[in-house]
Each structure stands twice: as C-alpha cells, then as structure tokens.
Nanobody
Framework: QVHLVESGGGLVQAGGSLRLSCVASGLPFSSSAMGWFRQAPGKEREFVAS????????SAADSVKGRFTVSRDNAKNTVYLQMNSLKPEDTAVYYC?????????????????WGQGTQVTVSS
C-alpha cells in the first residue's frame, strides 16, 4: 500500500516558522512529483507548493511565495515544506500528495496519493 505520512504541524505564533515533513512508502518516490496542498475550514483545498522528481523544478502559490520553500530528499523518501513568516491566514490542514508523473503540477487532480494531513495553526 502507498502511504504518505505528514508531520511537523502544530501551533505557532504569527511570524514564526515550522517545517513539515512527508515520508512516502509503497511508491517510486524518486520518480514522482510531490505537492503540498492545504485546506482551511469552510474553504476549498488549495495548492501550496510542488516539486519535480529531482527537485530541479519547484513551484509555489502566490500567497506563500517568498515565505515557504519546498524541498525533497530522495534518499529518505521525504519531502519538506519549510514555512517562515507564518500568518494567521496560513492556518489550515496541510496535505502531502504524490503525483503520477515526474513533473511538478499545481493541479490537485494530477496527484494520485494523499496523506492524512497535519494541522498548522498560527495565532495572532
């Protein structure tokens, strides 16, 4: 079975930082693009960041660009989301996703597998 397990979420004050991790198993991680999405209460799931199979191509939503950085370590089957300068509007459940192609995508339908999510709460 394919498993994606996120960790690193929690409660942080505005302006603080968190690093999310997603460990994948049961899939060819090094050949798969990875994405991060988030969903706040009452809102649709939205794209946050993505990274190609080798890490050579990355993308980030305008709302997080310059604050969040996605990276991956294929030797550890792990993708990371470094979140700096956090704002209350970043509060959401953050999901890790694995793509069916090696190339980065901002579209949620490009991803076949999803983690359970990790809660990030940013206080004012």
């Amino acid at each position: 079975q394919v498993h994606l397990v996120e960790s690193g979420g929690g409660l942080v004050q505005a302006g603080g930082s968190l690093r999310l991790s997603c460990v994948a198993s049961g899939l060819p991680f090094s050949s798969s693009a990875m994405g991060w999405f988030r969903q706040a209460p009452g809102k649709e799931r939205e794209f946050v960041a993505s990274i190609s199979w080798s890490g050579g191509s990355i993308s980030a939503a305008d709302s997080v660009k310059g604050r969040f950085t996605v990276s991956r370590d294929n030797a550890k089957n792990t993708v990371y989301l470094q979140m700096n300068s956090l704002k209350p509007e970043d509060t959401a459940v953050y999901y890790c996703a694995a793509g069916r192609s090696p190339y980065s995508s901002r579209q949620n339908q490009a991803y076949d597998y999803w983690g359970q999510g990790t809660q990030v709460t940013v206080s004012s």
